[in-house]
């Protein structure tokens, strides 16, 4: 009787505990992005590799996830797909952190972030106006609805490359710091390029 009961006791506070833990998590996702430390990571890793991630060939979604994780102190997601980790000598992640299309997926299926908008090279709309530090760009390059790179917006500068001020991002595959966010001087095609941001939250 009275084993029963220590074992009641801690079942109920066990689970209590599992809850709390649960709903700590759920806040922190939504509540604490650090749009600072999240530039600020990837400043310092924008032109190199963190040894203490995989690099792939295509990096940007992976320095992204890096600058999200690390800097903007969002923690990993393996429910959906949202995570980077070393299981003994090999690493395993899931999808969404290392695929474009899956982390803007995630981030806006997952209530991680908001919607800012949508630009095209016709377009009237000014990133300019309406993008922060900390924000998210994703690239669709052909416009077949699919988006294939990923950047993350650090400064309003001028681009040391192009020379054009506004809006700029770091970005991996092809490594940048600073340039300028709808990237027409580095684009090959330009004019079937769509963008989209979004903003962590």
Request: aromatic residues 16%; charged residues 20%.
């Amino acid at each position: 009787m009275i084993v029963t009961k220590k074992v009641k006791r801690y079942v109920t506070l066990s689970l209590i505990l599992t809850l709390f833990l649960s709903f700590f998590n759920c806040v922190k996702v939504n509540a604490y992005y650090s749009s600072g430390g999240a530039v600020n990571y990837a400043d310092t890793w924008a032109l190199s590799r963190n040894p203490d991630y995989p690099n792939f060939s295509k990096d940007c979604t992976n320095f992204v996830s890096q600058a999200l994780h690390e800097g903007g102190l969002i923690p990993f997601d393996k429910q959906r797909g949202w995570y980077c980790e070393k299981v003994l000598w090999w690493w395993n992640w899931g999808q969404a952190w290392s695929v474009a299309d899956s982390l803007r997926y995630w981030l806006l299926s997952a209530n991680n972030a908001m919607y800012i908008g949508r630009w095209d090279y016709s377009s009237q709309s000014d990133f300019n106006f309406s993008l922060k530090p900390g924000d998210i760009l994703f690239y669709d390059w052909d416009s077949d609805g699919t988006y294939d790179h990923s950047a993350i917006v650090v400064v309003y500068a001028r681009d040391p490359d192009s020379g054009i001020n506004g809006v700029l991002q770091d970005q991996h595959t092809t490594d940048r710091k600073w340039a300028i966010w709808h990237l027409k001087p580095y684009n090959l095609n330009p004019l079937s390029t769509i963008i989209s941001a979004v903003r962590p939250q």
